[in-house]
């Protein structure tokens, strides 16, 4: 069966960084394209940023362009979001997916955590 | 970038009935080599994260029960649960996929 699970939310002041993760099992994480997507409260869904399968390919919203980067450890079937300078619109939960389709970046997401929260606030 | 449109903002509809929402996005998703046209959409109940229902528009993940279904092509799309079940009520999502940003429709809440 397949989980994500992510951690590492919490409160931050503005500017502050936090760093999260998304533990995976149950599929070959090295084959998939990972994803980060946001939902502040009571909004929509937003997405943030994608990282290929083998970890050479990127892409940011560019909301968050410049400051968050997007990484992972095959070794260690993890994915990471290192966000820096948080601002409060940076308030929300944030999901990791995986894609659905092997070694395809251009793709949807077929599985998703259950989110960690993170709230920037002074 | 692309912008996905979704309407209505939500509906009620009685068990039982049907449920049409519809998706416009402001560039053709269709990929000319191989067809597709790179459109989703998920549901999302309270309090759960997303699911993935539909993909290229009309194929129904693995799963999905067949009283949801996906049409449209270019711009237009439309997902259309037939004889809504009280477990529908939820918020659901367009996506396109076709160009990084990928962006989601504003989401449509169904209700009983």
């Known amino acids: 069966e397949v989980q994500l699970l992510e951690s590492g939310g919490g409160l931050v002041h503005p500017g502050g960084s936090l760093r999260l993760s998304c533990a995976a099992s149950?599929?070959?994480?090295?084959?998939?394209?990972m994803t980060w997507v946001r939902q502040a409260p009571g909004k929509g869904l937003e997405w943030v940023s994608t990282?290929?399968?083998?970890?050479?390919?990127?892409y940011f919203a560019d909301s968050v362009k410049g400051r968050f980067t997007i990484s992972r450890d095959n070794s260690k079937n993890t994915l990471y979001l290192q966000m820096n300078s948080l601002r409060s619109e940076d308030t929300a939960v944030y999901y990791c997916?995986?894609?659905?389709?092997?070694?395809?970046?251009?793709?949807?997401?077929?599985?998703w955590g259950q989110g960690t929260l993170v709230s920037v606030s002074s | 970038d692309i912008v996905m449109t979704q309407s209505p903002d939500s509906l009620a509809v009685s068990l039982g009935e049907r449920a049409t929402i519809n998706c416009k996005s402001s560039?053709?998703?269709?990929?000319?080599?191989?067809?597709?046209?790179?459109l989703a959409w998920y549901q999302q109940k309270p309090g759960q994260p997303p699911r993935l229902l539909i993909h290229?528009?009309?194929a129904r993940e693995s799963g999905v029960p067949d009283r949801f279904s996906g049409s449209g092509s270019g711009t237009d799309f439309t997902l259309t649960i037939n004889s809504l079940q009280a477990e529908d009520v939820a918020v659901y999502y367009c996506?396109?996929?076709?160009?990084?940003?990928?962006?989601f429709g504003g989401g449509t809440k169904v209700e009983i």
């Open positions: 996506q396109q996929y076709y160009i990084s940003p990928k962006g």
């Open positions: 990282l290929s399968a083998s970890g050479g390919s990127t």
């Open positions: 149950g599929f070959t994480f090295n084959g998939y394209a």
């Open positions: 997916a995986k894609g659905l389709h092997y070694g395809v970046v251009i793709d949807v997401w077929d599985k």
């Open positions: 560039q053709s998703l269709l990929h000319g080599p191989n067809n597709e046209n790179y």
């Open positions: 290229r528009a009309s």
